[in-house]
């Protein structure tokens, strides 16, 4: 069980957290699931049904001296068609959500070891980015450090959308991939409490 304790105007108590070991393999397996359901997957090559090209015959069959060859769109000509070429696909692959809500917990128990994770319950923000800069630098964030925001403070977020070393989104988007490649993790008080009789997960639906 580990403590975290809580910042803001709200702060001042400790959330008391259960979460897993550092699996990095599970890690790894996640990221790439998560990945993976973000590739577009719009390639596309022509077949040759549907290359440009006439289907007559070039020449006779016999008698030329050259190769047998029935029409332009084979693959040996240029302007052919694509031999076992790439079509619009999902590259996305199913993980069970138990595997995912774990990769969660191991992406927070990581920040937290590291010192890296600030549980904020009330902003006080008005939605300025002068205030959500003078807010970091309070609290030992100066820009030199990526930053993830999640919370469901809308002023908060607004601060902090136009710098550039911070990423804002709800709690509905916490995932594992942006956690782990942001060096700071700051996340709404209320999204790690329901951890203590649910999952490590904060309340992401899909875990993105």
Do not use: C
Request: net charge positive; aromatic share 6%.
């Amino acid at each position: 069980m580990t403590q975290v304790p809580v910042l803001g105007k709200n702060g001042g108590r400790t959330i008391d957290l259960d979460l897993p070991e550092v699996n990095p393999g599970l890690l790894h397996e996640v990221v790439a699931w998560q990945l993976a359901k973000r590739r577009r997957g719009t390639a596309s090559t022509k077949t040759r049904s549907t290359v440009n090209r006439t289907g007559r015959k070039l020449y006779s069959q016999k008698g030329t001296g050259n190769a047998r060859h029935g029409d332009r769109s084979v693959p040996t000509f240029v302007g052919g068609a694509a031999a076992f070429g790439p079509h619009p696909r999902s590259y996305g692959f199913t993980l069970p959500k138990k595997v995912r809500r774990l990769g969660l917990g191991m992406a927070l128990a990581d920040r937290l070891a590291e010192g890296k994770l600030l549980a904020v319950d009330g902003f006080e923000l008005d939605g300025k980015t002068r205030s959500f800069v003078e807010w970091a630098k309070s609290h030992g964030l100066d820009g030199s450090e990526r930053v993830f925001l999640i919370t469901d403070d809308d002023l908060a977020r607004r601060s902090a959308r136009n710098l550039p070393w911070v990423t804002a989104l709800p709690v509905a988007g916490l995932n594992v991939y942006d956690i782990l490649r942001h060096q700071r993790l700051v996340i709404d008080a209320a999204a790690l409490e329901p951890a203590k009789e649910e999952t490590p997960a904060g309340g992401a639906e899909d875990l993105r």
